[in-house]
């Protein structure tokens, strides 16, 4: 495929598209928020996607399309914006499944302290997902590009993310894009399929 051929757009606030990030952001995360929210994930997403001035609102997703068809999305964030959002979109939107939403958050406690740890210098790389028929074919590498422009373009110095220790594919991009492993968590949990690292890049 050639690069030129994708095309990056900003997300609508449109049900449609919503779904369309419900479905990438959950792969992305390894069905981190099927886990929270249950069956009703996407639409619950979907909902929240329509509200402004949040983590996973669509004002921070960029969508790669080719041939008018969405093969990819991106989305990220400055730490400014991150410390501005608000999590009563999502509560709101997931409705009678907020106590089932609170009770993995408590779960997963310490990562989110992790991911709150977002410098203030840093841009943080929430997800990035390519459908699986064009993976290799340089849709990442087109998003990673954009990323980087935007996380500049805020001020921003460096580029930061969470990514699993047991997703080797992903780090293997990242690494590539040039990041580095800054620090794990837990630090001395053993199960590899409980770790997660953060990687950071210097934006020159």
Sequence with gaps: MDQDSITLRA???????????????????EGFFRFMLGRRVEEII????????HDL??????????EDTIVG??????AKQYRASSRRP?????????????MVLILFAPLMRIIDSIADEDFYLQ???????????GVGSVLMDFLEEQARGTGSTRLALDVSAKNESARRFYANRGMTVESQWPKR????????????KLLG
Excluded: C, W
């Design 11 to 29: 997300a609508k606030p449109t049900m449609d598209e919503g779904l369309a990030f419900a479905r990438y952001l959950d792969e992305a995360t």
């Design 46 to 53: 979907a909902t929240e996607f329509l509200q402004p001035d």
């Design 57 to 66: 609102s669509h004002q921070n997703v960029t969508f790669a399309e080719y």
């Design 73 to 78: 999305m991106i989305s990220g964030y400055s």
């Design 90 to 102: 999502l509560k709101e939107a997931a409705g009678r499944r907020k106590l089932r939403m609170r």
């Design 127 to 137: 997800t990035i997902t390519v459908s699986k028929e064009l993976r290799g074919a």
């Design 189 to 200: 949990l053993p199960i590899r399929a409980l770790k997660f690292y953060r990687m950071t």
